[in-house]
Structures are given as C-alpha cells and as structure tokens.
C-alpha cells in the first residue's frame, strides 16, 4: 500500500452533531409532554393496558432527514398561515373563544383537569366566566333556577373571587350566593370581568413577548430545516462516491 487515500467529499461532523442536539432537545420535549399526558390518564384511570409496539423497518438516512426537514416546513408553514388568520379573523377567533370557555364551562365538574385550568385562568387573568359571571348559569350546579338544588345555586367558583392577602387557607366557599348579590356589589366579593376581554387585553399587553416567542421558535424551525437540507446534501455527495 502507498499510504495514500482518495480524500472525497465528507459530512460536515458540525451540522450532523448539531441537528442531533436539536433534534434531542425537541425529542425530550415531546417525551415530557407525552409522559405527563400518560400521567394524567393513568390517575384517571383511563389507561388499562399497555398496547404493543411495532417495530419499524429501517430508513435511508437522506429520507428521514427530508422528511424530518418536511415536517418543519410545514410546521412553520401552519404557524404562519394561523398568525396571518388569526389578524385576519381576530372577531371570529374571539366569538369561538368565548363560546369554548363556555362549553367548558358547563362541564366544570366533569374532568378534575379541566377544572384546574379553568381555575388557574381565572386566578390568573383576574376573571369570571367567558364574557361575565353570569355565565357559570350555564353550569347545572351553579345556575340560577328555581329548581337547582345545588348548594353553589347561584354562585361561582372559587377562583373568581378576589382573595384576601391575609387568608392563607383558600376559602372554597368564598363563591356561595354572590350572584344573589346586586351587580354592582358583587365587585366587593369576585372579578366581574370576562376571561375573554382580560386574555385580549394580556395579549396586546404582552404583544412584544408573545411575538418574541413565537418568532424565536420559528427561527429555530427554519434552523432545524437549513441544518437538515445541509446534512442531505452532505450525505448525497458521500454516496456519490462509493
């Protein structure tokens, strides 16, 4: 042997170890959303048994990085397309806003997580209801009639009213009968503004943050995409070679 070796086109060590931490971070991510999802089911007992897992068969390295490539793409194209829609059809978007908080009003109790966000929301944002307090008559325990016999009957929960810095025990019953209470009156004792109106207002108080957020991660899409394209088009000129 001579000692020489033909020195062809190689993957750039860079790109390939770089799109690996990035698909790693994003990969950890999914994980974590996945793992506290099953979570959730297995304390609400909906999670039996454990369906088995096929294997897959195994990929051109270039196709999976096209498709890992693809899916970005679109992923950002999806994004961009609900931003433009979203400045588009802003009234539409609120009027479905409203009526979703409300449909979630009505089954407050059914689901022990949707009541903790519709706790934390309005705990939150300072709010009561979709557009009002008046909407928890929506809810059969909550509302208003004659014939309720609930003992929240014409009240509201706990995370619409306004806490008293010295309670350091939530006061659960803090809500009963306030609704029984003139309008006006009521603002002694719970928010009275809609989730809905506070969430706008929150979102053009924090337009600069929520735009930063959403324009970095789509920087980082676009990242993922150029890291993918590159490491392809590495790849394909070593296969040229062989």
């Excluded at 007992?45 to 990085?65: A, E, K, Q």
């Excluded at 009275?192 to 735009?211: D, H, M, R, S």
Aim: hydrophobic residues 50%.
């Amino acid at each position: 042997m001579s000692g020489k070796h033909f020195k062809g086109p190689e993957v750039s060590c860079c790109v390939k170890y770089v799109l690996f931490g990035f698909n790693i971070v994003f990969w950890l991510l999914g994980a974590a959303f996945l793992g506290i999802g099953l979570w959730a089911w297995a304390e609400k007992g909906v999670l039996s048994n454990i369906s088995s897992i096929t294997d897959l068969g195994g990929f051109d390295p270039v196709w999976l990085f096209i498709v890992f490539s693809v899916f970005l793409g679109l992923i950002f194209f999806l994004e961009l397309t609900t931003g433009i829609l979203a400045f588009v059809f802003k009234d539409w978007i609120k009027d479905q806003l409203n009526l979703f908080i409300n449909k979630n009003v009505q089954a407050y109790r059914d689901d022990i997580d949707l009541q903790n966000l519709i706790d934390f929301a309005q705990e939150y944002w300072l709010c009561c209801g979709a557009r009002g307090p008046i909407d928890w008559d929506l809810n059969i325990y909550f509302n208003c009639t004659d014939f309720n016999p609930s003992r929240e009957r014409c009240g509201v929960p706990f995370s619409c009213c306004i806490k008293d810095p010295a309670e350091d025990v939530i006061n659960t019953q803090c809500g009963y009968d306030v609704r029984l209470k003139m309008e006006i009156d009521q603002q002694d004792y719970i928010y009275t503004k809609g989730c809905v109106g506070q969430f706008e207002k929150w979102l053009q108080e924090n337009l600069i943050v929520v735009a930063g957020i959403f324009i970095a991660i789509a920087l980082l899409q676009i990242f993922g995409i150029c890291l993918a394209q590159n490491l392809v088009t590495d790849i394909k000129a070593v296969k040229a070679n062989w």
